[in-house]
């Protein structure tokens, strides 16, 4: 008899890790259930143990042979395990049909993660994203859920609805509810994503934006702590930080920018996770530069990577393809590279050998020293964002209303200025400053007029950089 499905989450249950490994699986060889058990682990659960089978192709009606779930169910009762979890995503019918063989509660990978991200999450829109995921997750699994009870009859003798069994009608009743529940939802978070894109669409119109991205654990939050005052929740776990975080980040000279710290990534991660978690990513999808964080001390680090670049590249595609006409002008950030915990590896080797693969990637350590001050390559990532959030930086002319103190200050702060000629309301700054804060002032409603250092007018691109077209303003 399998154990009855009353709970998915695995807090403080001994559970035996299973896979299949299929030809195009992408696991590290070096440590297959490596992740997985961290993932258990990180759920409260109590791993005991692990089952591995190699095929061609997944089985139909329980994933694994029958041979070797006959294995794996004597593997629980040796090892007194009460649950099994699948480093995979399974159809309802294989979770029933593996209940069934072992007695035992399945749960597979999108199950667990579900149940992390659930039990982390703390804002309004954390859970509700949540929700939503597992909404999503459960809503095809309903008829499974209550096969159970579909022998049952109705009773009474009565024909159509009434002759049904509890089960049907109230997989009925479950649908409805849950369809109910998700347009509940869905309205509240489109509330609180309009919110959020006005949010970051402002804060791009006034700021160069940086955001931090990588697998989860990577040392993201670290990293945004040591260069921020931001605060962000840090810890040695998956999942740390599942709300993103923006703060200014002060690169000297009275030049900041602002910096976001994002949700890690996972490999296989949920389909459906991620279309809930995309308000999430919505500052790192619309910032001027990223910052990919990778552990280069993990074994994994290249399967990691290559997860982190194609989800990006899923997101990137998706907003390109959904692109409004108010969005023209959005480009698709440049990727940076940090090769984080480079203390950690055995020998400069690996490191080069990293360096060589990925060209323009920085060695960094994101702790910082016990003193405080910054470790390896903090400096060289500062210089590299600072050069970004300027832009091309040339000798301009610059006028702006006398009542405007305001852009007159930040001029002065930002840039260099050589020289001042006041005429009526207006003072033009002659100053060398970068094109992309011009564009920031512009975007900020400004009143400037520009003129290169022999007095053309001349116009700069949306965002600052100098690509084709900018110069001379032909009017």
């Not at 809503?139 to 209550?146: E, K, N």
């Amino acid at each position: 008899m399998a154990k009855e499905r009353t709970k998915l989450e695995v807090a403080a249950e001994r559970a035996v890790l299973a896979a299949v490994r299929l030809p195009d699986s992408t696991h590290d060889p070096r440590d297959p259930f490596g992740e997985l058990k961290s993932l258990a682990e990180q759920a409260g659960a109590i791993v005991v143990g692990e089952c591995v089978q190699n095929l061609d192709r997944p089985v139909a009606g329980s994933y694994m042979g029958s041979g070797k779930i006959q294995e794996l169910k004597g593997l629980c009762e040796a090892l007194n395990a009460q649950t099994i979890i699948f480093d995979h995503d399974l159809s309802p019918k294989q979770i029933a049909n593996i209940e069934k063989e072992t007695g035992r509660k399945v749960v597979d990978r999108s199950e667990l993660i579900l149940d992390i991200f659930a039990s982390r999450a703390t804002t309004a829109e954390a859970k509700l994203q949540v929700e939503m995921a597992q909404l999503e997750y459960t809503f095809p699994r309903l008829r499974a859920m209550w096969d159970h009870l579909e022998r049952i009859t109705g009773g009474a003798g009565l024909g159509g609805i009434g002759t049904r069994g509890p089960g049907e009608m109230q997989l009925e009743i479950d649908r409805r509810l849950v369809q109910r529940r998700k347009l509940d939802l869905q309205r509240d978070l489109a509330v609180i994503q309009a919110r959020r894109r006005r949010e970051v669409a402002a804060r791009k119109r006034e700021h160069f934006t940086v955001g931090i991205v990588g697998y989860t654990n990577a040392g993201k939050s670290t990293l945004f702590n040591s260069l921020t005052a931001g605060g962000a929740y840090a810890d040695d776990r998956l999942f740390a930080t599942l709300m993103s975080r923006t703060r200014e980040w002060n690169l000297g000279g009275s030049l900041t920018v602002m910096l976001s710290d994002t949700v890690g990534f996972v490999r296989d991660i949920p389909h459906h996770l991620v279309a809930s978690f995309k308000s999430t990513l919505e500052e790192a999808t619309h910032a001027d530069l990223l910052l990919i964080v990778l552990d280069v001390s993990d074994p994994a680090a290249e399967l990691q990577l290559a997860t982190v670049n194609r989800v990006l590249d899923e997101l990137f595609r998706e907003l390109r393809s959904s692109r409004h006409e108010e969005d023209q002008h959005w480009r698709e950030p440049e990727r940076v590279l940090l090769l984080n915990k480079v203390d950690r590896l055995r020998d400069n080797a690996e490191l080069l050998v990293w360096q060589r693969r990925s060209p323009g990637a920085i060695p960094i350590c994101a702790l910082p020293n016990a003193d405080g001050s910054p470790q390896l390559g903090i400096a060289e990532l500062t210089a590299l964002v600072r050069s970004a959030a300027q832009g091309d930086v040339k000798v301009f002319r610059v006028s702006v209303p006398l009542a405007d103190s305001k852009t007159i200050h930040l001029i002065e702060s930002r840039g260099q200025v050589l020289d001042r000629d006041y005429k009526g309301d207006f003072v033009t700054l002659r100053a060398r400053i970068g094109t992309r804060q011009l564009a920031q002032l512009k975007s900020a409603g400004a009143k400037i007029e520009l003129a290169d250092d022999q007095g053309q007018r001349i116009r700069l691109p949306a965002d600052g950089s100098p690509a084709p077209g900018w110069g001379r303003d032909p009017s």
